[in-house]
């Protein structure tokens, strides 16, 4: 890979820096660290790996960009990991969540503090979940080429255009940073991002524990004992995932496991019966550690396994009086520009039809000003909908 590179954009010449040496990285960290904000993205493989493997980092601060390359020989990435601990400096991402993941996984701590501009722009009333090039487009009337989103990242050299491309993700993520920073300000809307923000600081975000796994797993069957077999052997899997650093599919399939407990086998031979199973998996030390864990799970006691509520029957009206507060969602959030997905979800529109102190996110905070307050109000019969003009308004009833 080349140490530099130049490039022409709108008729200027800048200098792209490209990170191969600890000692490049140090400096360059020394200098992002005099900045108040970075935006960064990263550039990864996970096909065949539990663990995704980092193959770019970029970062841009206001008066410079660089893509370090954590692939290089003999480079050390603790100076960024220190610089993504340092609580002056904000890092700014776009939909962050997998990269915040990797830094989690490689360093252990999750970047403080940080702004996710794709959180950003559904608070500022971009839409749901908007892409990157879209909301760059959007902002600054640019376009991305996505001519290199699905490369091969691992490997070397990176040609011009890859590189081209990833630094892309990062410089024009500062106008788009500044934009919505900007406009959450003099909507006075920082600590609605804030509180998000939370959730992605976690990390509990990014930590599975085995014992929850088989929650991932799609079943209609919630019998306890079914589930308790199901918990045990996903669990197993999920070790062996992160043991062996191979994705849970290259273990074992999740029509495997969902066979398994269904039908739990007692032996190495029935074991081989299960599809996607062979004998050699059966006989060998693998066939041993799942049918460990399947006599695990059958003997778990019922009240220890899993428990899946029943949904019972909705109480007669509770559906035309979900479809009213679907409508006044869609009108307060339109009437605040904010995305309807940030402030409330269909099961919480449901707790909140059905309970009468449903514990819901849409009824704290300022989700409950924009919405969670007046959903009360319709439900309990103090305020009403009404079409004037082609607009659906809202009428006061006390």
């Given at each position: 890979m080349p140490h530099n590179a130049y490039h022409v954009w709108k008729r200027h010449i800048y200098f792209m820096q490209i990170i191969t040496t600890t000692a490049a990285l140090e400096d360059l960290v020394s200098r992002i660290e005099l900045h108040p904000y970075l935006t960064i993205d990263t550039e990864f493989l996970r096909e065949s790996t539990f663990w995704p493997i980092l193959c770019l980092v970029q970062i841009a601060t206001e008066d410079e960009s660089a893509i370090i390359d954590p692939m290089a020989k003999g480079i050390d990435l603790a100076p960024l990991f220190r610089l993504m601990q340092n609580e002056s400096v904000l890092k700014v991402f776009h939909a962050g969540r997998q990269d915040l993941e990797i830094?989690?996984?490689?360093?252990?701590?999750?970047?403080?503090?940080?702004?996710?501009?794709?959180?950003?722009?559904?608070?500022?009333?971009?839409?749901?979940?908007?892409?990157?090039?879209?909301?760059?487009?959007?902002?600054?009337?640019?376009?991305?080429?996505?001519?290199?989103?699905?490369?091969?990242?691992?490997?070397?050299?990176?040609?011009?255009?890859?590189?081209?491309?990833?630094?892309?993700?990062?410089?024009?993520?500062?106008?788009?940073?500044?934009h919505l920073a900007e406009k959450l300000r003099k909507r006075g809307r920082e600590e609605w991002v804030a509180s998000e923000m939370e959730i992605l600081r976690s990390p509990d975000t990014y930590f599975l524990p085995p014992e929850n796994a088989w929650a991932r797993i799609k079943s209609r069957n919630t019998h306890p004992k079914f589930l308790g077999i199901l918990q045990a052997v996903a669990a197993w899997r999920e070790e062996q995932a992160h043991r062996q650093d191979i994705p849970r599919n290259r273990v074992l399939r999740d029509e495997?496991?969902?066979?398994?407990?269904?039908?739990?086998?007692?032996?190495?031979?029935?074991?081989?019966?299960?599809?996607?199973?062979?004998?050699?998996?059966?006989?060998?030390?693998?066939?041993?550690?799942?049918?460990?864990?399947?006599?695990?799970?059958?003997?778990?006691?019922?009240?220890?396994?899993?428990?899946?509520?029943?949904?019972?029957?909705?109480?007669?009206?509770?559906?035309?009086?979900?479809?009213?507060?679907?409508?006044?969602?869609?009108?307060?959030?339109?009437?605040?520009?904010?995305?309807?997905?940030?402030?409330?979800?269909?099961?919480?529109?449901?707790?909140?039809?059905?309970?009468?102190?449903?514990?819901?996110?849409?009824?704290?905070?300022?989700?409950?000003?924009?919405?969670?307050?007046?959903?009360?109000?319709?439900?309990?019969?103090?305020?009403?909908?009404?079409?004037?003009?082609?607009?659906?308004?809202?009428i006061s009833l006390s």
């Open positions: 830094f989690h996984h490689l360093n252990g701590e999750v970047p403080i503090p940080i702004f996710d501009t794709q959180v950003a722009a559904m608070v500022c009333g971009y839409g749901e979940s908007v892409g990157y090039d879209t909301l760059v487009g959007k902002i600054t009337g640019h376009s991305i080429d996505k001519s290199s989103r699905f490369t091969d990242w691992s490997r070397r050299p990176l040609s011009e255009r890859q590189l081209t491309y990833a630094e892309a993700d990062v410089t024009h993520l500062r106008d788009v940073y500044k495997a496991l969902l066979e398994i407990a269904s039908n739990p086998p007692k032996s190495a031979e029935t074991l081989s019966h299960v599809r996607g199973i062979g004998q050699k998996f059966a006989d060998g030390k693998m066939g041993s550690g799942l049918l460990d864990a399947v006599k695990a799970g059958v003997e778990l006691p019922k009240e220890l396994c899993p428990q899946v509520p029943k949904k019972g029957a909705q109480p007669k009206g509770i559906a035309p009086l979900m479809e009213l507060l679907r409508v006044l969602l869609k009108l307060r959030c339109e009437e605040n520009e904010v995305a309807q997905k940030l402030v409330c979800n269909t099961a919480e529109l449901e707790k909140i039809a059905a309970e009468e102190n449903a514990d819901v996110p849409a009824l704290k905070g300022w989700r409950r000003e924009v919405f969670g307050a007046d959903a009360l109000k319709l439900k309990n019969g103090e305020i009403a909908l009404s079409s004037e003009k082609g607009q659906i308004k809202i």
